[in-house]
């Protein structure tokens, strides 16, 4: 079951043992697609002026390529948003992601070292934070981006206080 407000905070699933899957916030698909348009916006202009300017208006023609490249990204993106999902279960989390390979990573509670939330310039603009998770192995380290940030500090929280009860019992 997905959810689409990215706020449920289930956390064993429902009675039929399936883990109650979150949604990313749309601000995530907002912040990747603007920066999607800026660069290549910057990229048609460039394409349109450079060969125009220089060899003929007929090369500014080649403006058309970023163009059709930025609507194919435009859809990408928002398949690649759909993708990501995370899940809280009593032992582990779940992060799932990915549309033509699909990845499903699960970190134990216990294996967890440390548990960050990171927010660069512009996804403070945003309203947004990622959430990073270490373990001892690091190809298991994990993250959660695009989340609000007092949903990213409730689950480093949580997900902090789950790693110290399940490694004390180590």
């Known amino acids: 079951m997905e959810t689409g407000s990215g706020h449920d905070t289930g956390t064993t699933g429902t009675?039929?043992?399936?883990?109650?899957?979150?949604?990313?916030?749309?601000?995530?698909?907002?912040?990747?697609?603007?920066?999607?348009?800026?660069?290549?916006?910057?990229?048609?202009?460039?394409?349109?002026?450079v060969p125009g300017?220089?060899?003929?208006?007929?090369?500014?023609a080649f403006a058309v390529l970023p163009l059709a490249?930025?609507?194919?990204g435009w859809v990408l993106l928002e398949r690649n948003w759909?993708?990501?999902?995370?899940?809280?279960?009593?032992?582990?989390?779940?992060?799932?992601?990915?549309?033509?390979?699909?990845?499903?990573?699960?970190?134990?509670y216990g294996r967890m070292q440390l548990v960050e939330v990171t927010s660069g310039p512009v996804e403070r603009h945003?309203?947004?934070?990622?959430?990073?998770?270490?373990?001892?192995?690091?190809?298991t380290d994990a993250t959660i981006p695009g989340l609000d940030p007092a949903e990213a500090e409730r689950l480093r929280d949580?997900?902090?206080?789950?790693?110290e009860a399940r490694s004390a019992g180590l």
């Open 15 to 49: 009675d039929s043992g399936e883990p109650v899957w979150i949604a990313l916030p749309p601000g995530l698909l907002r912040l990747r697609r603007l920066m999607l348009v800026v660069w290549l916006g910057l990229l048609t202009l460039a394409a349109a002026l």
């Open 53 to 60: 300017l220089l060899a003929g208006p007929g090369w500014a």
């Open 69 to 72: 490249l930025m609507g194919w």
């Open 82 to 108: 759909r993708s990501w999902r995370y899940a809280e279960r009593a032992d582990d989390l779940l992060i799932s992601r990915g549309v033509l390979w699909r990845q499903e990573t699960v970190v134990p």
């Open 126 to 139: 945003f309203g947004l934070a990622s959430v990073q998770l270490h373990t001892a192995a690091a190809a």
């Open 158 to 163: 949580r997900l902090t206080e789950l790693g």
